[in-house]
């Protein structure tokens, strides 16, 4: 955003996890414009499968009753984990305004919920040099892992 400047091509979601496979994608449209950000990007949701593996036994425990009668079924198989994914660059330009960063993380855990992702992405979100601390803007589940780019 603004589409009058930008394309939008750069909100997609890749990966090189071979077998992985596209459940069901969103991208929703730009949602802190009344805040006039100089810019931002769409916020991308995705639900993909992904080729399992067992921890010590971990995602058997936790998947085998269900994947088991699934594949019974002809369903699910125990080697696949579905997984939903969120990400969104609010941009740095947002950042540098409380009023835009505060309701850019509140949308971005309202919209992590709403996907029920177990993954999510947030770039340039951040007060100063410091990432906003997600967890304590909602994501109470969440182990947040910060990094530099």
């Not at 071979?18 to 449209?29: K, N, P, W």
């Not at 936790?62 to 699934?70: H, V």
């Not at 009023?99 to 177990?118: G, I, K, T, Y």
Request: aromatic share 8%; glycine share 6%.
């Amino acid at each position: 955003w603004p589409e009058s400047k930008y394309s939008g091509w750069f909100d997609h979601l890749a990966t090189n996890l071979q077998g992985a496979t596209l459940i069901d994608s969103t991208v929703y449209d730009y949602p802190i414009t009344e805040l006039n950000p100089e810019s931002e990007h769409k916020p991308v949701a995705v639900k993909i499968m992904l080729p399992g593996a067992s921890v010590a036994g971990v995602l058997d425990w936790a998947f085998s009753a269900t994947a088991d009668a699934m594949s019974r079924a002809g369903g699910l198989s125990p080697s696949w984990v579905p997984t939903a994914a969120f990400m969104w660059n609010s941009h740095w330009q947002c950042s540098g305004s409380s009023a835009c960063r505060d309701a850019a993380a509140a949308e971005f855990v309202s919209l992590s919920q709403a996907n029920d992702a177990q993954i999510s992405l947030a770039i340039e979100l951040q007060t100063g040099l410091q990432p906003v601390d997600l967890v304590t803007a909602g994501l109470t589940t969440s182990t947040q892992v910060d990094g530099v780019c």
